[in-house]
């Protein structure tokens, strides 16, 4: 008799989840197309150069087009500057194995926008002299390449897209 009502109580609980919209069922296929997280160069800005050193800072803009939430565990890229590769960095973290929530991820709920930004210093060295004068007049075609990973409930183990920018 128990299993009986507790049935019926689930029954009616779905029903009412699914009739007041908490609770979606795919109306057909195309519910189920999961679309790439878009990645775009916001900024680029040189803040302060002198002889020695060069502070960068690069700002991305990510947007999930999906109607799930999915979590933006990192991204990692290089900075070139007129081809010559001077930083490499990465905003936040991809948890290894089984950890879970280190602080240094990102939920993007549906529709979602999200805007990052990370400093990197440039120090003059050796390889980089050729190309100093050039930064420190600002006359430096950018490039930005690199990948970015993405984990949600429907792809298991996530997914890694690249991406390359120049401006």
């Not at 160069?41 to 302060?48: E, F, G, P």
């Not at 947007?63 to 900075?79: H, K, W």
């Not at 007049?137 to 183990?157: C, E, H, L, M, Y």
């Amino acid at each position: 008799m128990g299993t009986m009502i507790a049935g019926v109580c689930v029954i009616i609980l779905l029903f009412i989840m699914t009739s007041s919209g908490i609770l979606r069922l795919p109306q057909d296929q195309q519910e189920f197309v999961i679309k790439d997280v878009v990645l775009n160069l916001r900024s680029l800005d040189l803040v302060s150069v002198d002889e020695e050193k060069a502070i960068i800072q690069v700002g991305f803009n990510a947007f999930n087009p999906n109607m799930n939430s999915v979590v933006l565990e990192s991204i990692r890229y290089n900075l070139y500057a007129n081809g010559i590769r001077v930083a490499s960095s990465e905003i936040g973290e991809r948890p290894e194995g089984f950890a879970t929530g280190t602080g240094r991820t990102f939920t993007m709920y549906r529709e979602f926008s999200l805007t990052l930004n990370d400093k990197v210093e440039v120090k003059n060295t050796e390889p980089l002299i050729q190309i100093w004068n050039d930064l420190l007049n600002n006359k430096i075609q950018w490039r930005v390449s690199g990948t970015f990973f993405v984990t949600d409930p429907v792809r298991a183990g996530g997914q890694e897209l690249n991406f390359d920018f120049t401006i």
